[in-house]
């Protein structure tokens, strides 16, 4: 038996800092606000001309790598989380692995929009516990949607953010109680024409039509029920730690999609947990997409740091609806 074990993280952001006063000065005054009171987004972080998804990708991975003390060589693997990649083909994975000189990985694209990142680390984990040809495996979520924003939009405008988090995996012989352990995915794919983006592919091509309607921008089509993200946040806790013999006040952190900081607080308090175990990073990157939850991780591993023993829950929504848990022992 083998154990999928966390070695590393790393984290990036663009230099462009965007404030909330950028938005007040755009739309009117209380808009930042709002921002703070709702989301508690306090600023943002915007690339600039000429970056891509892939750039930020690829300094993340080179600080996880240097975290974990191996080289770009040894991957065996490369798994890019991104619903904003450099282009439609081919995937982002295949630049990083160039620009990193990973010459031995296979590479990947995962798009399940937000929840993705927490689908890599299930695909990862089971790569290497199933196959002992891996032995190294980087994860990415990587986010760029200034890119694809109405910015006259106060609705979307004001959210989105661009960044990027790794993390390092490797195998470790033997079964023990530590490493990543279980998750499940859940899609309520009803949702799937609600929020996206809509232009571009093989349903609408671009075309001038597309282009002048805004086709190739996020739209949010239809507002979403509010209690979907912590309804379904407590099933699916709920029902991992009773798979695993556990409470959900037995976790220690909790990594949320970053995005409603209500969302994350009744969820907590539904569960009887307190709400400092859910580590939040929105107030300073606003939100990243599939780039914020290995963002928030590598904060919380820069920051407070983790414990042996500790256990920490990957809990992710995006568009699609896509819904994804993983636990890891650490």
Not at 62 to 88: C, M, N
Not at 106 to 129: E, M, P, Q
Not at 234 to 263: K, W
Request: proline share 5%; glycine share 10%.
């Amino acid at each position: 038996m083998r154990t999928a074990q966390l070695m590393a993280t790393g984290a990036h952001h663009p230099s462009r800092l965007i404030p909330n006063a950028y938005f007040d000065e755009r739309f009117g005054p209380g808009v930042g606000d709002w921002l703070v009171q709702n989301l508690s987004i306090e600023q943002r972080y915007w690339a600039e001309d000429g970056e891509a998804t892939s750039d930020l990708c690829v300094a993340a991975a080179r600080q996880a790598l240097q975290r974990a003390g191996i080289t770009p060589e040894q991957l065996d693997l490369i798994i890019v989380s991104t619903d904003t990649p450099d282009y439609l083909s081919p995937s982002t994975a295949a630049i990083v692995q160039r620009e990193l000189g990973a010459s031995r990985a296979g590479t990947f694209d995962v798009n399940a929009a937000c929840s993705g990142f927490v689908i890599g680390l299930d695909i990862a984990s089971k790569y290497l516990i199933a196959d002992p040809r891996y032995r190294y495996v980087l994860v990415l979520g990587g986010y760029m949607m200034s890119r694809h924003l109405n910015h006259d939009d106060k609705k979307t405008a004001t959210l989105f953010a661009d960044g990027a988090g790794a993390v390092v995996l490797q195998a470790v012989e033997g079964e023990g109680p530590t490493g990543l352990l279980g998750g499940q995915l859940r899609t309520e794919g009803q949702y799937a024409d609600w929020m996206g983006i809509y232009g571009g592919g093989t349903r609408r091509p671009v075309d001038e039509q597309v282009l002048a309607d805004n086709g190739h921008k996020l739209v949010f089509a239809k507002r979403f029920p509010k209690e979907i993200n912590p309804a379904t946040w407590q099933v699916m806790i709920r029902e991992q730690c009773e798979e695993m013999g556990i409470s959900p006040a037995d976790v220690d952190h909790y990594i949320f999609t970053q995005l409603n900081i209500n969302s994350i607080w009744e969820t907590l308090d539904a569960l009887d947990v307190p709400r400092e175990r859910g580590h939040t990073v929105m107030h300073k990157y606003g939100y990243t997409g599939s780039a914020c939850i290995p963002m928030a991780f590598d904060d919380l591993v820069s920051g407070e740091g983790l414990e042996p023993g500790q256990l920490v829950c990957f809990i992710a929504s995006g568009g699609g609806l896509s819904f994804a848990i993983k636990m890891l022992r650490v």
